[in-house]
């Protein structure tokens, strides 16, 4: 409908129905993508789980562009009390951070590993 015609009410309710198919589509895209994160580490998830002995030693690896805080926004999501090494490429534009320390669940790693790969740039590995 253009100007100032007048809508008859089948033509508002197409219009609507129309609308709400529209935002049903985008809830539908919204939804699954929301999913496809969640299931980013659902590998990930399934074999830590088949390990059966917990606490275990894991070992974090990211390669982050040397820039913006990246290294210290990493450092601060990583387990306190474990051991953090750094390699730098040659031409220092990015940092390699390898983490280890014992894990008490497979939902602790998975949650840092999570939050770190939300981070602009990271690397997950």
């Known amino acids: 409908m253009h100007g100032n015609q007048i ?16 935002k049903k589509r985008f809830d539908v895209v919204l939804r699954g993508m929301m999913n496809m994160n969640r299931d980013k580490y659902k590998n990930l998830r399934y074999r830590l789980m088949e390990t059966e002995n917990w606490p275990l030693k894991y070992m974090f690896k990211f390669i982050t562009p ?10 601060a999501l990583l387990p306190v009390e474990g051991e953090v090494t750094f390699k ?6 990015h940092v390699s951070l390898t ?3 014992w894990m008490e669940t497979a939902d ?18």
């Open 88 to 93: 730098h490429t040659e031409n220092l534009k």
């Open 99 to 101: 983490c280890v320390a």
């Open 66 to 75: 040397n820039e913006d805080g990246k290294v210290e926004q990493i450092k």
């Open 108 to 125: 602790q790693i998975i949650e840092i590993t999570e939050k770190v790969d939300e981070i602009d740039g990271v690397i997950v590995l």
């Open 7 to 22: 809508w008859n009410t089948t033509q508002k309710l197409n219009f609507l129905f129309e609308k709400v198919n529209e």
